[in-house]
Protein backbone atom coordinates (compact mmCIF):
# COMPACT_ATOMS: atom_id res chain seq x y z
CA UNK A 1 0.00 0.00 0.00
CA UNK A 2 3.06 2.23 0.63
CA UNK A 3 3.55 2.53 -3.11
CA UNK A 4 -0.61 3.20 -3.85
CA UNK A 5 0.03 7.13 -3.76
CA UNK A 6 3.00 6.93 -6.01
CA UNK A 7 1.40 4.53 -8.78
CA UNK A 8 -1.74 6.66 -8.42
CA UNK A 9 0.07 10.52 -8.62
CA UNK A 10 2.34 9.02 -11.74
CA UNK A 11 -0.79 7.50 -13.72
CA UNK A 12 -2.31 10.93 -13.28
CA UNK A 13 0.65 13.03 -14.52
CA UNK A 14 0.82 10.56 -17.94
CA UNK A 15 -2.48 11.04 -18.83
CA UNK A 16 -2.32 15.00 -18.07
CA UNK A 17 1.29 15.02 -19.86
CA UNK A 18 -0.75 12.24 -22.75
CA UNK A 19 -3.35 14.95 -23.27
CA UNK A 20 -0.94 17.77 -23.93
CA UNK A 21 1.25 16.41 -25.66
CA UNK A 22 0.04 16.71 -29.17
CA UNK A 23 -2.22 19.62 -29.10
CA UNK A 24 0.73 22.06 -27.09
CA UNK A 25 3.87 20.30 -29.41
CA UNK A 26 2.08 21.35 -32.63
CA UNK A 27 1.77 24.77 -31.19
CA UNK A 28 4.91 24.99 -30.06
CA UNK A 29 5.83 23.92 -33.56
CA UNK A 30 3.20 26.11 -35.15
CA UNK A 31 4.91 29.14 -33.31
CA UNK A 32 8.52 28.33 -34.81
CA UNK A 33 7.42 27.77 -38.19
CA UNK A 34 4.47 30.30 -38.90
CA UNK A 35 5.62 33.05 -41.71
CA UNK A 36 3.32 35.61 -39.86
CA UNK A 37 3.78 38.12 -37.12
CA UNK A 38 1.60 39.73 -34.89
CA UNK A 39 1.24 43.43 -35.35
CA UNK A 40 2.47 43.56 -31.53
CA UNK A 41 5.45 41.73 -32.97
CA UNK A 42 5.98 43.83 -35.81
CA UNK A 43 6.72 47.20 -33.76
CA UNK A 44 9.18 45.25 -31.73
CA UNK A 45 11.39 44.15 -34.69
CA UNK A 46 10.71 47.99 -35.36
CA UNK A 47 11.72 49.24 -32.02
CA UNK A 48 15.03 46.59 -31.77
CA UNK A 49 16.17 47.04 -35.85
CA UNK A 50 15.66 43.97 -36.80
CA UNK A 51 14.26 42.47 -39.99
CA UNK A 52 12.28 39.05 -39.17
CA UNK A 53 12.33 37.95 -42.72
CA UNK A 54 16.12 37.81 -42.72
CA UNK A 55 17.62 34.61 -41.15
CA UNK A 56 21.20 34.00 -38.95
CA UNK A 57 24.35 32.20 -39.56
CA UNK A 58 24.84 29.60 -36.86
CA UNK A 59 27.59 32.40 -35.42
CA UNK A 60 25.91 35.66 -35.81
CA UNK A 61 22.73 33.54 -33.59
CA UNK A 62 25.60 33.01 -30.83
CA UNK A 63 26.39 36.35 -31.07
CA UNK A 64 23.14 37.34 -30.63
CA UNK A 65 22.03 35.27 -27.32
CA UNK A 66 25.81 35.91 -25.95
CA UNK A 67 24.86 39.77 -26.50
CA UNK A 68 21.17 39.42 -24.59
CA UNK A 69 22.28 37.32 -22.14
CA UNK A 70 25.37 39.68 -21.22
CA UNK A 71 22.37 42.33 -21.39
CA UNK A 72 20.11 40.78 -19.33
CA UNK A 73 23.35 40.07 -16.49
CA UNK A 74 24.12 44.11 -16.42
CA UNK A 75 20.39 44.95 -16.28
CA UNK A 76 19.71 42.43 -13.12
CA UNK A 77 23.33 43.56 -11.47
CA UNK A 78 22.16 46.83 -11.56
CA UNK A 79 18.93 46.66 -10.36
CA UNK A 80 20.46 45.03 -7.33
CA UNK A 81 22.90 47.25 -6.65
CA UNK A 82 20.15 50.00 -6.87
CA UNK A 83 17.74 48.47 -4.76
CA UNK A 84 17.69 50.96 -2.14
CA UNK A 85 16.70 53.55 -4.33
CA UNK A 86 13.90 51.40 -5.97
CA UNK A 87 10.21 51.62 -5.31
CA UNK A 88 9.12 48.79 -2.94
CA UNK A 89 12.16 48.42 -1.79
CA UNK A 90 10.63 47.32 1.08
CA UNK A 91 13.38 49.32 3.17
CA UNK A 92 16.10 46.56 2.18
CA UNK A 93 19.94 47.46 1.69
CA UNK A 94 21.53 46.40 -1.97
CA UNK A 95 22.90 43.06 -1.56
CA UNK A 96 26.82 42.98 -1.73
CA UNK A 97 28.92 43.07 -5.14
CA UNK A 98 29.63 38.66 -5.21
CA UNK A 99 25.75 37.79 -4.38
CA UNK A 100 24.46 40.88 -6.93
CA UNK A 101 26.87 39.33 -9.74
CA UNK A 102 25.86 35.67 -8.57
CA UNK A 103 22.21 36.13 -8.64
CA UNK A 104 21.95 38.05 -11.77
CA UNK A 105 24.02 35.27 -13.72
CA UNK A 106 21.98 32.51 -12.07
CA UNK A 107 18.74 34.42 -13.35
CA UNK A 108 20.41 34.48 -17.00
CA UNK A 109 21.40 31.47 -17.30
CA UNK A 110 18.21 29.98 -16.25
CA UNK A 111 19.57 28.14 -13.08
CA UNK A 112 17.98 30.39 -10.50
CA UNK A 113 21.05 29.49 -7.75
CA UNK A 114 20.07 31.54 -4.83
CA UNK A 115 22.83 32.23 -1.89
CA UNK A 116 20.26 34.37 0.26
CA UNK A 117 17.04 34.50 1.81
CA UNK A 118 14.62 36.13 -0.93
CA UNK A 119 12.02 37.69 1.50
CA UNK A 120 14.94 39.51 3.29
CA UNK A 121 17.08 40.44 0.11
CA UNK A 122 15.38 41.57 -2.56
CA UNK A 123 12.73 44.04 -2.76
CA UNK A 124 9.34 43.91 -5.07
CA UNK A 125 11.09 45.86 -8.09
CA UNK A 126 14.26 43.24 -8.32
CA UNK A 127 11.84 40.45 -7.79
CA UNK A 128 9.50 41.09 -10.97
CA UNK A 129 11.42 43.59 -13.12
CA UNK A 130 14.76 41.71 -12.94
CA UNK A 131 13.88 37.64 -12.02
CA UNK A 132 10.92 37.24 -12.80
CA UNK A 133 11.63 38.96 -16.53
CA UNK A 134 14.69 36.70 -16.31
CA UNK A 135 12.48 33.62 -15.94
CA UNK A 136 10.42 34.15 -19.03
CA UNK A 137 13.49 35.47 -21.21
CA UNK A 138 15.73 32.92 -20.22
CA UNK A 139 13.56 29.82 -20.78
CA UNK A 140 12.98 31.36 -24.24
CA UNK A 141 16.53 31.64 -24.98
CA UNK A 142 16.36 28.07 -24.63
CA UNK A 143 13.60 27.12 -26.65
CA UNK A 144 15.11 29.13 -29.89
CA UNK A 145 18.03 27.29 -29.68
CA UNK A 146 16.40 23.99 -29.41
CA UNK A 147 14.15 25.27 -32.41
CA UNK A 148 17.94 25.96 -34.09
CA UNK A 149 19.43 22.72 -33.48
CA UNK A 150 15.62 21.17 -34.70
CA UNK A 151 15.80 23.25 -37.86
CA UNK A 152 19.44 22.09 -38.17
CA UNK A 153 18.54 18.63 -38.78
CA UNK A 154 15.08 19.34 -41.26
CA UNK A 155 17.30 21.89 -43.80
CA UNK A 156 19.27 21.03 -46.78
CA UNK A 157 22.24 23.07 -47.80
CA UNK A 158 21.54 26.00 -45.96
CA UNK A 159 23.40 28.48 -44.59
CA UNK A 160 21.13 29.93 -41.68
CA UNK A 161 19.21 28.36 -38.59
CA UNK A 162 16.73 30.67 -37.99
CA UNK A 163 16.41 34.48 -36.37
CA UNK A 164 17.22 34.14 -32.56
CA UNK A 165 15.15 37.23 -31.96
CA UNK A 166 12.05 36.13 -33.92
CA UNK A 167 12.47 32.91 -31.45
CA UNK A 168 12.95 34.69 -28.49
CA UNK A 169 9.96 37.12 -29.30
CA UNK A 170 7.72 34.13 -30.10
CA UNK A 171 8.63 32.10 -27.38
CA UNK A 172 8.19 34.62 -24.66
CA UNK A 173 4.42 36.09 -26.08
CA UNK A 174 3.23 33.31 -28.21
CA UNK A 175 3.74 30.65 -25.89
CA UNK A 176 5.29 31.29 -22.12
CA UNK A 177 3.35 34.22 -21.18
CA UNK A 178 0.07 33.00 -21.80
CA UNK A 179 0.78 29.67 -20.19
CA UNK A 180 1.89 31.48 -17.24
CA UNK A 181 -1.01 34.35 -16.87
CA UNK A 182 -3.34 30.25 -16.78
CA UNK A 183 -1.40 28.59 -14.88
CA UNK A 184 -1.12 32.18 -12.25
CA UNK A 185 -5.23 32.05 -11.78
CA UNK A 186 -5.16 28.17 -11.19
CA UNK A 187 -2.67 28.97 -8.45
CA UNK A 188 -4.49 32.05 -7.11
CA UNK A 189 -7.16 29.63 -7.00
CA UNK A 190 -5.12 27.09 -4.53
CA UNK A 191 -4.06 29.67 -2.50
CA UNK A 192 -1.25 31.08 -4.03
CA UNK A 193 -0.50 34.32 -2.68
CA UNK A 194 -0.47 37.76 -5.45
CA UNK A 195 0.25 41.23 -3.51
CA UNK A 196 2.18 44.16 -2.64
CA UNK A 197 1.68 44.62 0.97
CA UNK A 198 5.10 43.89 2.42
CA UNK A 199 5.32 42.43 5.58
CA UNK A 200 2.35 42.57 7.84
CA UNK A 201 2.09 42.38 11.80
CA UNK A 202 -0.66 39.51 12.50
CA UNK A 203 -1.42 37.85 16.10
CA UNK A 204 -1.17 34.08 16.34
CA UNK A 205 -3.62 32.19 17.86
CA UNK A 206 -1.78 31.94 21.33
CA UNK A 207 -1.40 35.81 21.58
CA UNK A 208 1.90 36.21 20.31
CA UNK A 209 3.08 38.45 17.00
CA UNK A 210 4.58 37.12 14.06
CA UNK A 211 5.81 39.42 11.00
CA UNK A 212 3.96 38.04 7.60
CA UNK A 213 5.85 38.68 4.29
CA UNK A 214 3.95 39.16 1.00
CA UNK A 215 4.43 40.12 -2.35
CA UNK A 216 3.53 39.30 -6.02
CA UNK A 217 4.22 35.31 -5.67
CA UNK A 218 1.68 33.57 -7.89
CA UNK A 219 2.76 35.34 -10.69
CA UNK A 220 6.39 34.26 -10.59
CA UNK A 221 5.82 31.42 -9.53
CA UNK A 222 3.65 30.21 -12.86
CA UNK A 223 7.03 31.09 -14.86
CA UNK A 224 9.21 29.46 -12.53
CA UNK A 225 7.91 26.23 -13.09
CA UNK A 226 6.93 26.54 -16.56
CA UNK A 227 10.12 28.08 -17.90
CA UNK A 228 12.32 24.98 -15.28
CA UNK A 229 13.65 28.51 -13.20
CA UNK A 230 12.90 27.25 -9.90
CA UNK A 231 13.77 30.04 -7.83
CA UNK A 232 11.69 31.04 -5.23
CA UNK A 233 9.90 34.21 -3.84
CA UNK A 234 10.65 32.53 -0.43
CA UNK A 235 13.70 31.01 0.95
CA UNK A 236 11.33 27.61 1.96
CA UNK A 237 10.54 27.93 -2.36
CA UNK A 238 7.94 25.27 -3.16
CA UNK A 239 8.09 24.13 0.75
CA UNK A 240 6.20 27.59 1.46
CA UNK A 241 2.46 27.54 1.93
CA UNK A 242 2.26 30.95 0.46
CA UNK A 243 3.95 29.31 -2.60
CA UNK A 244 2.26 25.85 -3.13
CA UNK A 245 -0.44 25.30 -0.17
CA UNK A 246 -1.90 22.06 -0.78
CA UNK A 247 -1.37 18.15 -2.24
CA UNK A 248 -3.10 19.29 -5.42
CA UNK A 249 -1.08 22.67 -6.49
CA UNK A 250 2.04 20.33 -5.56
CA UNK A 251 0.49 18.30 -8.34
CA UNK A 252 -0.04 20.94 -10.80
CA UNK A 253 3.66 22.25 -10.27
CA UNK A 254 5.09 19.15 -11.30
CA UNK A 255 2.88 19.20 -14.40
CA UNK A 256 4.26 22.91 -15.14
CA UNK A 257 7.81 21.88 -14.69
CA UNK A 258 7.02 18.89 -16.93
CA UNK A 259 4.13 19.98 -20.11
CA UNK A 260 6.59 21.87 -21.82
CA UNK A 261 9.73 19.48 -22.13
CA UNK A 262 7.76 16.22 -22.95
CA UNK A 263 5.48 18.36 -25.58
CA UNK A 264 8.86 19.25 -27.12
CA UNK A 265 9.44 15.76 -28.62
CA UNK A 266 6.57 16.12 -30.63
CA UNK A 267 7.54 19.84 -31.81
CA UNK A 268 11.36 17.99 -33.08
CA UNK A 269 8.97 15.36 -35.13
CA UNK A 270 6.74 17.58 -36.87
CA UNK A 271 8.71 20.17 -37.94
CA UNK A 272 11.23 17.62 -39.00
CA UNK A 273 8.09 15.75 -41.14
CA UNK A 274 8.65 12.34 -38.90
CA UNK A 275 6.60 12.35 -35.79
CA UNK A 276 7.90 8.88 -34.61
CA UNK A 277 11.51 10.38 -34.41
CA UNK A 278 9.77 12.48 -31.30
CA UNK A 279 8.11 9.32 -30.23
CA UNK A 280 11.64 7.53 -29.96
CA UNK A 281 12.73 10.55 -28.05
CA UNK A 282 9.78 11.10 -25.90
CA UNK A 283 10.59 6.75 -24.86
CA UNK A 284 14.00 7.35 -24.17
CA UNK A 285 13.17 10.92 -21.78
CA UNK A 286 10.11 8.60 -20.37
CA UNK A 287 12.00 5.86 -19.48
CA UNK A 288 15.04 7.48 -17.49
CA UNK A 289 12.26 10.00 -16.26
CA UNK A 290 10.44 6.32 -14.34
CA UNK A 291 13.36 5.05 -13.41
CA UNK A 292 14.70 7.40 -11.25
CA UNK A 293 11.61 8.86 -9.73
CA UNK A 294 10.66 5.10 -8.45
CA UNK A 295 14.26 4.38 -7.38
CA UNK A 296 14.08 8.20 -5.55
CA UNK A 297 10.71 7.01 -3.90
CA UNK A 298 12.04 3.41 -2.98
CA UNK A 299 15.23 4.88 -1.18
CA UNK A 300 12.74 7.14 0.86
CA UNK A 301 10.14 4.65 1.62
CA UNK A 302 12.71 2.16 2.74
CA UNK A 303 14.52 4.81 4.51
CA UNK A 304 16.48 3.36 7.29
CA UNK A 305 18.26 5.13 10.86
CA UNK A 306 16.94 6.19 14.08
CA UNK A 307 14.55 9.19 12.81
CA UNK A 308 12.67 6.99 10.34
CA UNK A 309 12.57 4.73 12.68
CA UNK A 310 10.94 6.69 15.13
CA UNK A 311 8.92 8.57 12.53
CA UNK A 312 7.91 5.38 10.61
CA UNK A 313 9.07 7.26 7.43
CA UNK A 314 12.10 8.85 6.31
CA UNK A 315 10.09 12.19 6.88
CA UNK A 316 13.00 14.40 8.13
CA UNK A 317 12.79 17.77 5.51
CA UNK A 318 9.32 16.60 4.29
CA UNK A 319 6.32 18.63 4.31
CA UNK A 320 3.53 16.27 6.08
CA UNK A 321 0.83 17.66 3.67
CA UNK A 322 3.01 15.95 0.64
CA UNK A 323 4.39 13.28 2.46
CA UNK A 324 7.08 11.12 0.87
CA UNK A 325 5.48 10.44 -2.57
CA UNK A 326 4.25 13.82 -3.08
CA UNK A 327 8.22 15.28 -2.09
CA UNK A 328 9.91 12.41 -4.16
CA UNK A 329 8.12 13.03 -7.04
CA UNK A 330 8.79 16.80 -6.76
CA UNK A 331 12.08 16.47 -6.17
CA UNK A 332 13.09 13.88 -9.48
CA UNK A 333 11.09 15.89 -11.07
CA UNK A 334 12.78 19.66 -10.58
CA UNK A 335 16.47 18.01 -10.86
CA UNK A 336 15.37 15.96 -14.10
CA UNK A 337 14.37 19.13 -15.29
CA UNK A 338 16.49 22.26 -15.04
CA UNK A 339 14.14 23.61 -12.52
CA UNK A 340 15.93 23.21 -8.99
CA UNK A 341 12.64 24.12 -7.40
CA UNK A 342 12.16 22.43 -3.83
CA UNK A 343 8.68 21.26 -1.54
CA UNK A 344 11.35 19.13 0.73
CA UNK A 345 15.00 19.56 1.63
CA UNK A 346 17.43 17.25 -0.56
CA UNK A 347 19.80 17.79 2.12
CA UNK A 348 18.11 15.52 4.37
CA UNK A 349 16.86 12.56 2.23
CA UNK A 350 18.22 9.44 2.73
CA UNK A 351 21.94 9.29 1.72
CA UNK A 352 21.12 7.12 -1.57
CA UNK A 353 17.87 9.29 -1.77
CA UNK A 354 19.74 12.14 -1.87
CA UNK A 355 22.25 10.97 -4.41
CA UNK A 356 19.06 10.38 -6.89
CA UNK A 357 18.43 14.38 -7.41
CA UNK A 358 22.38 14.87 -8.02
CA UNK A 359 22.68 11.72 -10.40
CA UNK A 360 19.85 13.40 -12.12
CA UNK A 361 21.42 16.59 -12.69
CA UNK A 362 24.42 14.15 -13.67
CA UNK A 363 22.86 12.72 -16.31
CA UNK A 364 22.39 15.63 -17.83
CA UNK A 365 18.77 16.83 -17.30
CA UNK A 366 17.71 14.60 -20.25
CA UNK A 367 14.31 13.22 -18.71
CA UNK A 368 12.91 14.94 -20.12
CA UNK A 369 15.62 18.18 -19.22
CA UNK A 370 14.61 22.23 -19.05
CA UNK A 371 12.38 23.93 -21.73
CA UNK A 372 14.74 23.85 -25.06
CA UNK A 373 17.68 22.54 -23.04
CA UNK A 374 16.16 18.98 -22.92
CA UNK A 375 15.58 18.37 -26.06
CA UNK A 376 19.17 19.81 -27.44
CA UNK A 377 21.00 17.63 -24.70
CA UNK A 378 19.41 14.68 -25.53
CA UNK A 379 19.97 15.16 -29.45
CA UNK A 380 23.18 15.43 -28.77
CA UNK A 381 23.19 12.29 -26.87
CA UNK A 382 21.41 10.79 -29.75
CA UNK A 383 24.31 11.98 -32.25
CA UNK A 384 27.19 10.55 -29.83
CA UNK A 385 24.53 7.20 -29.80
CA UNK A 386 24.30 7.02 -33.49
CA UNK A 387 28.47 7.26 -34.33
CA UNK A 388 28.72 4.44 -31.81
CA UNK A 389 26.30 2.53 -33.66
CA UNK A 390 28.26 3.23 -36.96
CA UNK A 391 31.51 1.97 -35.25
CA UNK A 392 30.03 -0.92 -34.28
CA UNK A 393 28.63 -2.02 -37.84
CA UNK A 394 31.18 -0.49 -40.07
CA UNK A 395 29.59 2.65 -41.74
CA UNK A 396 29.65 5.71 -41.91
CA UNK A 397 27.00 7.13 -39.06
CA UNK A 398 24.16 9.18 -40.31
CA UNK A 399 21.53 10.96 -37.79
CA UNK A 400 18.10 11.82 -40.15
CA UNK A 401 19.84 11.99 -43.05
CA UNK A 402 22.96 13.69 -41.92
CA UNK A 403 26.13 12.65 -42.04
CA UNK A 404 27.94 12.57 -38.76
CA UNK A 405 31.57 13.43 -39.57
CA UNK A 406 34.71 13.95 -37.56
CA UNK A 407 33.21 18.25 -37.14
CA UNK A 408 29.95 16.43 -35.86
CA UNK A 409 31.15 14.15 -33.31
CA UNK A 410 33.76 16.51 -32.04
CA UNK A 411 31.17 18.71 -31.10
CA UNK A 412 29.40 16.30 -29.52
CA UNK A 413 32.52 15.34 -27.44
CA UNK A 414 32.93 18.52 -25.95
CA UNK A 415 29.08 18.72 -24.77
CA UNK A 416 29.21 16.22 -23.00
CA UNK A 417 32.76 17.15 -21.35
CA UNK A 418 32.15 20.52 -20.58
CA UNK A 419 29.52 20.11 -17.39
CA UNK A 420 31.73 17.23 -15.55
CA UNK A 421 34.97 19.60 -15.78
CA UNK A 422 33.26 22.33 -14.29
CA UNK A 423 31.46 19.89 -12.00
CA UNK A 424 35.01 18.45 -10.97
CA UNK A 425 37.37 21.30 -11.10
CA UNK A 426 35.34 23.24 -8.74
CA UNK A 427 34.69 20.86 -6.44
CA UNK A 428 38.53 20.12 -6.61
CA UNK A 429 39.47 23.40 -6.17
CA UNK A 430 37.20 24.26 -2.89
CA UNK A 431 38.84 21.53 -1.04
CA UNK A 432 42.49 21.47 -2.72
CA UNK A 433 43.30 25.45 -2.13
CA UNK A 434 43.75 26.28 1.34
CA UNK A 435 42.03 29.74 1.71
CA UNK A 436 39.45 28.39 0.25
CA UNK A 437 39.39 24.71 1.66
CA UNK A 438 39.61 26.93 5.02
CA UNK A 439 36.37 29.23 4.82
CA UNK A 440 34.14 26.93 3.42
CA UNK A 441 34.61 24.29 6.26
CA UNK A 442 34.79 26.86 8.48
CA UNK A 443 31.85 29.46 7.00
CA UNK A 444 29.54 26.86 4.45
CA UNK A 445 29.65 23.32 5.23
CA UNK A 446 27.43 22.61 8.41
CA UNK A 447 27.69 18.79 8.19
CA UNK A 448 32.07 17.86 8.20
CA UNK A 449 32.87 14.98 6.76
CA UNK A 450 31.50 12.69 3.44
CA UNK A 451 28.47 14.89 3.51
CA UNK A 452 30.03 18.50 3.71
CA UNK A 453 31.57 17.00 0.21
CA UNK A 454 28.46 15.93 -0.97
CA UNK A 455 27.14 19.26 -0.25
CA UNK A 456 29.99 21.12 -2.09
CA UNK A 457 29.42 18.21 -4.83
CA UNK A 458 26.07 18.60 -5.48
CA UNK A 459 26.29 22.94 -5.55
CA UNK A 460 28.88 22.77 -8.62
CA UNK A 461 26.49 19.90 -10.09
CA UNK A 462 23.81 22.67 -9.35
CA UNK A 463 25.41 25.58 -10.91
CA UNK A 464 27.30 23.44 -13.90
CA UNK A 465 23.64 21.72 -14.92
CA UNK A 466 21.82 25.19 -14.72
CA UNK A 467 19.14 23.38 -11.93
CA UNK A 468 19.59 25.34 -8.75
CA UNK A 469 18.49 23.38 -6.34
CA UNK A 470 21.13 22.66 -3.46
CA UNK A 471 21.75 20.26 -0.47
CA UNK A 472 20.74 23.50 1.69
CA UNK A 473 23.33 22.24 4.73
CA UNK A 474 25.48 24.26 2.89
CA UNK A 475 25.96 28.39 3.06
CA UNK A 476 27.03 29.38 -0.56
CA UNK A 477 26.80 33.07 0.48
CA UNK A 478 30.64 33.50 0.78
CA UNK A 479 33.17 35.27 -2.02
CA UNK A 480 34.48 32.34 -3.59
CA UNK A 481 31.67 30.02 -3.55
CA UNK A 482 29.16 32.89 -5.16
CA UNK A 483 32.15 33.50 -7.66
CA UNK A 484 32.98 30.32 -8.57
CA UNK A 485 29.45 28.98 -9.30
CA UNK A 486 28.54 32.05 -10.83
CA UNK A 487 31.58 31.08 -13.20
CA UNK A 488 30.38 27.35 -13.46
CA UNK A 489 26.66 28.83 -14.33
CA UNK A 490 28.00 30.93 -17.23
CA UNK A 491 30.15 28.16 -19.03
CA UNK A 492 27.80 25.56 -17.85
CA UNK A 493 24.79 27.22 -19.46
CA UNK A 494 26.79 29.46 -22.50
CA UNK A 495 29.56 26.64 -23.69
CA UNK A 496 26.70 24.15 -24.67
CA UNK A 497 24.82 26.87 -26.36
CA UNK A 498 27.68 27.74 -28.28
CA UNK A 499 28.72 23.83 -29.03
CA UNK A 500 25.08 23.31 -30.09
CA UNK A 501 24.03 25.73 -32.17
CA UNK A 502 27.62 25.02 -34.68
CA UNK A 503 25.94 21.45 -34.16
CA UNK A 504 22.86 22.66 -35.94
CA UNK A 505 24.62 25.11 -38.33
CA UNK A 506 27.02 21.81 -39.39
CA UNK A 507 23.83 20.31 -40.36
CA UNK A 508 22.07 22.55 -42.25
CA UNK A 509 24.38 22.83 -44.36
CA UNK A 510 24.72 19.69 -45.30
CA UNK A 511 22.33 17.81 -48.04
CA UNK A 512 19.57 14.72 -47.16
CA UNK A 513 21.07 11.18 -47.65
CA UNK A 514 18.44 8.88 -48.42
CA UNK A 515 18.36 6.00 -45.75
CA UNK A 516 19.23 2.32 -47.39
CA UNK A 517 19.36 -0.82 -45.69
CA UNK A 518 22.27 -0.19 -43.87
CA UNK A 519 20.64 3.35 -42.34
CA UNK A 520 20.06 2.53 -38.56
CA UNK A 521 16.65 3.16 -37.80
CA UNK A 522 16.32 6.06 -34.99
CA UNK A 523 12.30 5.55 -34.31
CA UNK A 524 12.47 1.82 -33.48
CA UNK A 525 12.84 1.02 -29.81
CA UNK A 526 16.45 -0.89 -30.57
CA UNK A 527 17.36 2.75 -30.91
CA UNK A 528 15.92 3.99 -27.87
CA UNK A 529 17.27 1.24 -25.68
CA UNK A 530 21.08 2.15 -27.22
CA UNK A 531 20.47 6.16 -26.65
CA UNK A 532 19.24 5.07 -22.95
CA UNK A 533 22.15 3.25 -22.77
CA UNK A 534 24.68 5.10 -23.45
CA UNK A 535 23.42 8.33 -21.52
CA UNK A 536 23.59 6.00 -18.22
CA UNK A 537 26.87 4.86 -19.16
CA UNK A 538 28.60 8.02 -20.03
CA UNK A 539 27.55 9.52 -16.66
CA UNK A 540 28.57 6.09 -14.99
CA UNK A 541 31.98 6.24 -16.20
CA UNK A 542 32.38 10.05 -15.63
CA UNK A 543 30.84 10.61 -11.98
CA UNK A 544 31.10 7.08 -10.62
CA UNK A 545 34.39 7.80 -8.38
CA UNK A 546 33.17 10.99 -6.91
CA UNK A 547 29.73 9.58 -6.35
CA UNK A 548 31.50 6.65 -4.40
CA UNK A 549 33.54 9.67 -2.44
CA UNK A 550 30.58 10.94 -1.36
CA UNK A 551 26.85 9.52 -1.66
CA UNK A 552 27.62 6.31 -2.38
CA UNK A 553 29.56 6.34 0.89
CA UNK A 554 27.80 7.40 3.18
CA UNK A 555 25.13 5.19 2.19
CA UNK A 556 27.02 2.25 3.30
CA UNK A 557 27.93 3.72 6.79
Not at 88 to 105: D, I, K, R
Not at 136 to 164: K, M, P
Not at 295 to 302: K, M, Q
Amino acid sequence: MAWLPAVLTLATLALILGVAYRPLGDYMAWVYSSPKDARAERGLYRLIGVDPASAQTWQAYARSVLAFSAVGVLIVYTLQRTQQWLPWSLGLPAPSEHLSFNTAVSFVTNTNWQSYSPELTLGYTVQFAGLAVQNFVSGAVGLAVAVALVRGLAFRRSGTIGNFWVDLTRGTFRLLLPLAVIAAIVLLAGGVIQNVTGFSDVATVVGGAQNIPGGPVASQEAIKLLGTNGGGFFNANSAHPFENPTGWTNLFEVVLMLIIPFSLPRTFGTMLGDKRQGYAILGAMGFLFLASTLALTAFELAGRGTAPALAGAAMEGKEMRFGIVGSTIFGSTSTLTSTGAVDSMHDSFTALGGMMPMLNMMLGELAPGGVGSGLYGILVMAVIAVFIAGLLVGRTPEYLGKKIGPREIKLASIYILVTPILVLVGTALSFAIPAVRDDVTTTSIWNPGIHGFSEVLYAFTSAANNNGSAFAGITANTPWLNTALAVAMLLGRFVPIVLVLALAGSFAAQDRIPATAGTLPTHRPLFVGLLVGVILIVTALTYFPVLALGPLAEGLI
